[in-house]
T-cell receptor
Framework: DAGVIQSPRHEVTEMGQEVTLRCKPISGHNSLFWYRQTMMRGLELLIYFNNNVPIDDSGMPEDRFSAKMPNASFSTLKIQPSEPRDSAVYFC?????????????FGDGTRLSIL | GQNIDQPTEMTATEGAIVQINCTYQTSGFNGLFWYQQHAGEAPTFLSYNVLDGLEEKGRFSSFLSRSKGYSYLLLKELQMKDSASYLCAPRGNSGYALNFGKGTSLLVTP
């Protein structure tokens, strides 16, 4: 079975540029999560969707960050304009919420470097 | 909000047993997950506890005490490949989101 698929795997860009990260969740999963991981702050939840609807975006750092989920099989996280402090690994995860204890399955992440 | 506390680093010897502790404070409680993350890779699910007690899964076991806000992950017969970061993730009552601790970096030595 295909897992969570993220693209690109690596992104290096200059500050001020727009960055778009993409995620395809596991088929049949109804919840999708975006995380950011840095050495200083660990793994932080940015936003999560349930049935394509954003439920909690309190972790989104500021207005430069936005996320969409136009359908059950695709989500994007956009940073515009990007800044060096946005450099991190961004993970997407999905799960089926409807039964107790269903774990989140993570994609391989996007390693983002803003110069 | 949620407060999660784990040791930053631990070292153990191949073949030994190690216990990684996690204390937490959550707004409500709806289960606790443990994840393993090798360097440069994604977190992978290890275990889930929602009731008090010990859940055993092969070489790995996880314990939960809800009244104490405490969990531990027990790794037996350590192997070199167990060198990784171990993340404790309790879930409160604010939907399905998890909040992760900063993780415990475990180094297994020969």
């Amino acid at each position: 079975d295909a897992g969570v698929i993220q693209s690109p795997r690596h992104e290096v860009t200059e500050m001020g540029q727009e960055v778009t990260l993409r995620c395809k969740p596991i088929s049949g999963h109804n919840s999708l999560f975006w995380y950011r991981q840095t050495m200083m702050r660990g793994l932080e939840l940015l936003i999560y969707f349930n049935n394509n609807v954003p439920i909690d975006d309190s972790g989104m750092p500021e207005d430069r960050f936005s996320a969409k989920m136009p359908n059950a099989s695709f989500s994007t996280l956009k940073i515009q304009p990007s800044e060096p402090r946005d450099s991190a690994v961004y993970f997407c995860a999905s799960s089926y919420q409807g039964a107790t204890g269903q774990p989140q399955h993570f994609g391989d992440g996007t390693r983002l470097s803003i110069l | 909000g949620q407060n999660i506390d784990q040791p930053t680093e631990m070292t153990a010897t191949e073949g030994a047993i190690v216990q990684i502790n996690c204390t937490y404070q959550t707004s409500g409680f709806n289960g606790l997950f443990w994840y393993q993350q090798h360097a440069g890779e994604a977190p992978t699910f290890l275990s889930y506890n929602v009731l008090d007690g010990l859940e055993e899964k092969g070489r790995f076991s996880s314990f939960l005490s809800r009244s104490k806000g405490y969990s531990y992950l027990l790794l037996k017969e350590l192997q070199m490949k167990d060198s990784a970061s171990y993340l404790c993730a309790p879930r409160g009552n604010s939907g399905y989101a998890l909040n992760f601790g900063k993780g415990t970096s475990l180094l297994v030595t020969p």
